[in-house]
């Protein structure tokens, strides 16, 4: 998974309602929504083109029906947007970003309590190594709000064909994953979740 830019301030945390009943998460299942083009520039500019998808495969994404496009917003207000897979064992968190404009009102907790909170099913995001300060900051967030880092190797496979794979770590919640069990979300969920790379979608 990808997040972008709440993380860069990460917010001091504070006690709120594990509900958050004012958010509103949308779900939607076509590019001609009327925020698509919303979400998608913000997706655009959030994600350097190898971390993201082509707009002519997401078309074809968005009606697989273990594939949620989410939009948030916050009494009327875009807040941002969370992209995942709801797998029968697990819940992939691919993309997640927040509006420019609202950092540091502490909507990237926010966003991710509210999904821990939707169901017991664990949850599985993917970080970049802690090779960095604003990395290492990051994977600090994440074990604040109880995510586990695990230190099994991981390629992130490329969103077009020809890409390369991307080195990443994963982060998992409320347990940390087995190497097998790691390497058997590779192998089962990666030809669904890159199905137009690396299985037979065209």
């Known amino acids: 998974m990808h997040i972008r830019n709440f993380s860069r301030n990460l917010p001091q945390f ?4 594990k509900t958050d009943k004012d958010m509103k998460y949308t779900r939607i299942k076509t590019t001609e929504h009327p925020l698509f083009l919303q979400i998608w520039n913000l997706y655009k500019s959030s994600f350097p083109p190898e971390e993201r998808r082509q707009l002519r495969t997401q078309k ?3 009606n697989n029906p273990l594939y949620h496009f989410e939009i948030i917003t916050d009494n009327d207000v875009f807040v941002g947007f ?10 992939y968190i691919e993309h ?15 966003i991710l309590e509210n999904f821990i909170s939707k169901s017991d099913t664990p949850i599985l995001l993917e970080v970049e190594h802690p090779d960095s300060e604003i990395n290492k900051r990051r994977i600090g967030f994440y074990r604040r709000i ?3 880092l695990n230190k099994h190797l991981y390629k992130h496979p490329p969103y077009k064909k020809g890409g390369e794979y991307v080195s990443l770590m994963l982060m998992t919640y409320p347990d940390a994953i087995t190497e097998k069990e790691a390497r ?4 089962k969920y990666h030809p669904v979740i890159h199905e137009f790379v690396l299985g037979s979608g065209k």
Do not use: Q, V
């Open 146 to 148: 109880g995510f586990i």
């Open 60 to 62: 074809k994404m968005m």
């Open 82 to 91: 969370i992209l995942w897979w709801g797998f029968e064992d697990i819940r």
């Open 184 to 187: 058997r979300f590779c192998e």
């Open 96 to 110: 997640l970003a927040t509006s420019p404009r609202l950092r540091g009102n502490g909507y990237g907790l926010r």
């Open 14 to 17: 504070y006690r709120h309602s």
